[in-house]
């Protein structure tokens, strides 16, 4: 079974700009996560995502939004890039999102450099 | 989610067995214990989950007293592959906002 994927790998943006992000769940999973990794910490929780609904939601701006399409697949856009942006993205999978023994998957994450 | 408390880092040669402990003094009766493995600009591997007692898989076991405030992940024969960052998480995996913190960095030495 293929894991979960993430479009795309690497990405170079300028300050201002907008980017799109992409994740493909595990085949049968139904919750998607998106975090955030900045170099030398641990990732930091930014969406939940369940049967195409916001589950939960991190501390961070209004620029990053999130989707979750009939497919289970899932979209994370940030606006207004800033310098600050720049990170290791990280997409989980998980069967329910819910249920103390369930467990969340990740993705390879895609790099983003914001010049 | 719980707070978790764990080594910054550790050393060890290869061939040798590495334990690393994590603190949860809070945990709440639903919480699990789970262990992700990541090396340097890759996602977090799933290496282990528990709830009590004793759980053994391929790679690792995990160990948890009676009182849970506690879990141990042993690693046998660790090999310079092992070389990564070790992140103990404790809570309800599939659906609160999972937070980890800084993990503990394992370094294995030839």
């Known amino acids: 079974d293929a894991g979960v994927t993430q479009s795309p790998t690497h990405l170079i943006k300028t300050r201002g700009q907008q980017v799109t992000l992409r994740c493909s769940p595990i085949?049968?999973?139904?919750?998607v996560s998106w975090y955030q990794q900045v170099l030398g910490q641990g990732p930091q929780f930014i969406f939940q995502y369940y049967e195409k609904e916001e589950r939960g939601r991190g501390n961070f701006p209004d620029r990053f939004s999130a989707r979750q399409f009939p497919n289970y697949s899932s979209e994370l856009n940030v606006n207004a890039l800033l310098l600050g942006d720049s990170a290791l993205y990280l997409c989980?999978?998980?069967?329910?999102?819910?249920?103390?023994?369930?467990?969340?998957?990740f993705g390879p994450g895609t790099r983003l450099t914001v010049l | 989610l719980a707070k978790t408390t764990q080594p910054i880092s550790m050393d060890s040669y290869e061939g040798q067995e590495v334990n690393i402990t994590c603190s949860h003094n809070n945990i709440a009766t639903n919480d699990y214990i789970t262990w992700y493995q990541q090396f340097p600009s890759q996602g977090p591997r799933f290496i282990i989950q528990g709830y009590k007692t004793k759980v053994t898989n391929e790679v690792a076991s995990l160990f948890i007293p009676a009182d849970r405030k506690s879990s141990t992940l042993s690693l046998p024969r660790v090999s310079l592959s092992d070389t990564a960052v070790y992140y103990c998480?404790?809570?309800?995996?599939?659906?609160?906002?999972?937070?980890f913190g800084i993990g503990t960095k394992l370094q294995v030495i030839p």
């Open positions: 085949s049968g999973h139904k919750s």
């Open positions: 998480l404790v809570g309800d995996m599939g659906y609160q906002k999972v937070t």
């Open positions: 989980a999978s998980s069967l329910e999102g819910q249920g103390g023994g369930d467990t969340q998957y």
